[in-house]
């Protein structure tokens, strides 16, 4: 192509006038300013970013947060990676032809803002605001979970705000994630099964929590996580993860298949070939030596690798794209030295001295971990011990600290062994209703009858003459009245009542021969309800006891022949342990006796005892039924003259009955309720 004078000079000119927004903007200084409230990051450019072009995002594991500037790129005298102070460790810079990126590794979980002053571009880094106490508003609109196109499970959250402050922690085989402050609407509580979306997630349940929201996800299998946050939308990504390829056997390799036919070749040629094929660096020892046949067809290059190794007798470290190739001896004598020369250099490295403030965890509790005696000597065998062998400890009970001399690196181990489990527990009330409810119904019947006469002496033909003298005793006087209980079969008295009675007297016409006739009828019901209401607040995973009653004495004989008086407890007892579950729920561990004082026998009173003992999962604030005892006794009777009482109609005159009935339900209700908020960890 010819370009002439004129038409050069038009194309200068036309460059000279286009606009600043046409061509890339430069990012000239990087600064980072810590501050009593946060930290600011300040980028100068040579011209003034638009904040609607800049793409951020945050990740949570590790806390990190990424800024994309689209057509900028680097002055030459930036300092691509940056020590910071404050909420930010590091910030580092990179770029390529399309975008400038701004990386700040983070301390932990912080809230930003951007602000545009001129050529300058603050990032400010901010503490996240403490939950607050009243209803904000604040609620999650949408939760919604996909499969990725690498086969990880997606988990999508959209947050009212992009201020919400998320921790995300893995707790064994689970993630957690606490949004605080931002309620849960009760469509969004649930619990999902994702088996058929083919991830490592099983399941996940939404739910809220302490004024908050918390997800919990429930893989399967080997596999790593990644959750950031963009915007207003929080992802959590849970990978699916292999092992290295040249550790699977079988059908598992996973690299680009290649064909190989060599007839004696060397090894290390033929790690060469295979370098060319994958595009990796392989660093092969001075040892690595000898010569091979090949003849593979459509292998996995990761297989090919692995066979190579295995005939040769050769190992692989692999770091990133380096391959590093040896015999097996000269690596694992390679490893040893390595490790020799660890231990050679923490056996001549200067000790250092740290005071470890303990907040809520016992310093005694520290003994056997620091191989330390409950004398206070050092136990011979400390291979269990968190101190090296050089490394010492004291434990201070009284104000609650350790004093640790030993290396760095053991202090830091320490360090954050304390940061793990010195924090608050969390506190369990645990409220338990016993109920015992009682229906009882008796009814008694009964019969009296009586026969009187009037006496009229021997000489009148007396039928009771002679009767004294007979008999031994005095006989009656003439014209008293002789009163015989022909029948008698009343109504017996229930314990606390007392039978009524109706009676009745047939006479002849003289008025000397008389008939009694008595009916006695008792009929009770009674309906009772005992509640014991017994309380305990305790501590996660600390057992509990609370007991209320009495002690019954009685003697006993001693091995000497004498008697001494003993006591029997007869109490309402509640022994619990909590367990709180990371999703919220509250396992008991529930130990509860209703004794009572009994009847009386030959040997003392007898105890009435109620036990339940067993073990129970509960959500934070429900409430559990966990035993009931129901008991019904019923029961008749029936006291009658023989062949008389047999008479129908008539024979209800010569009979006396009863009929008992009796129920008792014993039901014993829990509620717990965590009072103390998780602390951070």
Known sequence: MIVTARGFGLLLVALLHLPASAGQNRLLALNVQPGDDGTTVELRFAHPPEPDAIHAFSTLEP??????????????????????RGLASRAVLATDHERLRLQL???????HRLRVDGNTLRVELREPAPPPNEDTGLAVSAIDFR???????????????????????????????????????????????????????????????????????EPQGMWRYHAYQSGQQLLIDVIPVTPPAHRIAGDEYR????????????????????????????????????????????VPWDQALDIIMQARGLDMRRNGNIVWIAPREEMLARQRQELEQKASIADLEPLQAEVFQLNYQRADTFRHVFGIGDDGAVVAERRNA???????????????????????????????????????????????????????????????????????????????????????????????????????????????????????TLFNAAAQRFLNVELSALESEGRGKIVSSPRVVTADQQAALIEQGEEIPYQQSTSSGATATAFKKANLKLEVTPQITPDGNVILDVDVNKDSRGSATPGGLAINTKHVKTRVQVEDGGTVVIGGIYTQTENRHESRVPFLGDIPLLGHLFRQSGRVQDKTELLIFLTPRVVMPPAAY
């Open 386 to 504: 968190l101190l090296s062998r050089r490394g010492s400890a004291v434990v201070d009970a009284r104000t609650n600290q350790l004093f640790v001399t030993d290396t760095m690196a053991v202090l830091a181990n320490i360090r954050k062994l304390l940061e793990r489990i010195d924090i608050a527990a969390r506190q369990v009330l645990i409220e338990a209703r016993i109920v015992e409810a009682d229906d009882s119904f008796a009814r008694n019947l009964g019969m009296r009858l009586g026969l009187s006469a009037k006496t009229r002496g021997a000489a009148a033909g007396n039928s009771y003459a002679g009767v004294g003298e007979l008999s031994g005793q005095t006989p009656p006087a003439p014209g008293t009245y002789l009163k015989d209980s022909a029948l008698n079969l009343p109504a017996p008295a229930i314990a606390g009542a007392h039978p009524g009675s109706f009676a009745f």
């Open 255 to 298: 690299g680009a298949k290649l064909s190989l036919n060599f007839q004696d070749i060397e090894v290390r040629s033929a790690l060469q070939v295979l370098a060319d094929f994958t595009g990796l660096n392989v660093i092969a020892s001075d040892a690595v030596a000898g010569r091979l046949s090949l003849r593979l067809k459509d």
């Open 105 to 111: 590794d983070l301390r932990r979980a912080v809230t």
């Open 147 to 217: 499969r990725g196109a690498a086969g990880e499970g997606r988990l999508t959250v959209e947050l009212p705000t992009a201020q919400a402050a998320v921790t995300v922690r893995q707790l064994g085989q689970k993630l957690v994630a606490d949004i605080a402050g931002v309620d849960l609407p009760a469509a969004l509580q649930r619990r999902m099964e994702v088996n058929d979306f083919a991830t490592p997630v099983t399941r996940y349940a939404a739910m809220r929590h302490e004024g908050g929201t918390r997800l919990v996800i």
């Open 63 to 84: 806390p990190r947060l990424v800024l994309d500037f689209p057509q900028a790129s680097l002055a030459g005298d930036v300092t691509r990676n940056t020590p910071a």
